[in-house]
């Protein structure tokens, strides 16, 4: 599928990446159902709630359901993201998870957009910057390093995810570094999304001194090349506001946003 029509990639996202499940599920994670609705439990440092549609629940029902995901969560003493995409229904549910207690995060833009152009494309770096695909645990911790340095924030969780993802399905995602000599100055994954013609990009971060050259660009471009190899069609970002620019230059189509709603008990 190379239509890029965004009501038709928005079709298509909702039909074959969501819910968004982990395939295989890695080592500790486990996933339960509560009507339209799956709990993704120990994939991350919080639990995480998805679906396709909600099944046309509405009024009561449907706040009965979002309560009962808040006892589950404050029963684990866990936080949970419930990731809302702006095309849900019903038009209320913003206002139903906030009056549960649940907080929303930044929002990001779902775009998509082709594999073929995107891999004809060489990566094109600044000089003394090489690409790399990695596994090893020692080469997961740089990434982590140099995301707190990006965002002042604690990573380690970033880690410990990526490695039971990889154990679990190796051909499922490629990890890719940039580097400058024994540095990570940016960073990103490719899943190959099974049973699709998808493939999902995520990271991306980039050092500040390091940006504006072209790096994350390459990153993309890398793995859009990753993706032809496996015959995928369609790439898919959940992209910050610094990015979807960038992006869309490249070629992808907005066709709706995201936001996490957090519950922390």
């Given at each position: 599928m190379t239509d890029l029509d965004a009501s038709?990639?928005?079709?298509?996202?909702?039909?074959?990446?969501?819910?968004?499940?982990?395939?295989?599920?890695?080592?500790?994670?486990?996933?339960?159902?509560?009507?339209?609705?799956?709990?993704?439990?120990?994939?991350?440092?919080?639990?995480?709630?998805?679906?396709?549609?909600?099944?046309?629940?509405?009024?009561?029902?449907?706040?009965?359901?979002?309560?009962?995901?808040?006892?589950?969560?404050r029963q684990r003493g866990e936080a949970v993201e419930w990731k809302?995409?702006?095309h849900d229904e019903p038009a209320d549910l913003p206002e139903r998870l906030r009056a549960a207690g649940f907080v929303p995060e930044d929002r990001e833009t779902v775009v998509i957009g082709p594999v073929a152009p995107l891999s004809a494309a060489l990566p094109v770096l600044p000089d003394?910057?090489?690409?790399?695909?990695?596994?090893?645990?020692?080469?997961?911790?740089?990434?982590v390093a140099m995301e707190e340095a990006v965002w002042g924030a604690d990573r380690s969780h970033l880690a410990d995810a990526l490695e039971r993802e990889i154990a679990s399905d190796p051909h499922s995602i490629t990890?890719?570094?940039?580097?400058?000599?024994?540095?990570?100055?940016?960073?990103?994954w490719?899943?190959?999304?099974?049973?699709?013609?998808?493939?999902?990009l995520w990271g991306g971060s980039t050092?500040?001194?390091?940006?504006?050259r072209g790096i994350y660009r390459a990153l993309v471009v890398h793995r859009?090349?990753?993706?032809?190899?496996?015959?995928?069609?369609?790439?898919?970002?959940?992209a910050s506001d610094d990015s979807r620019p960038i992006l869309e230059r490249l070629g992808f189509v907005a066709v709706t946003t995201t936001t996490p709603y957090v519950y922390t008990p």
């Open positions: 038709t990639l928005r079709a298509a996202y909702d039909a074959q990446l969501r819910p968004e499940l982990p395939d295989p599920l890695p080592p500790g994670v486990t996933v339960e159902q509560d009507g339209p609705l799956y709990r993704v439990l120990g994939l991350d440092h919080r639990g995480f709630l998805t679906y396709r549609d909600l099944g046309g629940l509405s009024g009561a029902a449907l706040d009965e359901l979002i309560a009962r995901q808040v006892e589950v969560f809302l995409a702006s003394g910057v090489r690409l790399r695909e990695v596994t090893g645990r020692a080469d997961l911790d740089r990434i990890v890719v570094v940039a580097e400058a000599g024994e540095t990570v100055v940016s960073a990103g490719i899943r190959y999304v099974a049973g699709t013609g998808f493939a999902s050092l500040p001194e390091w940006r504006r859009a090349r990753l993706a032809a190899q496996r015959d995928r069609t369609l790439l898919q970002v959940d």
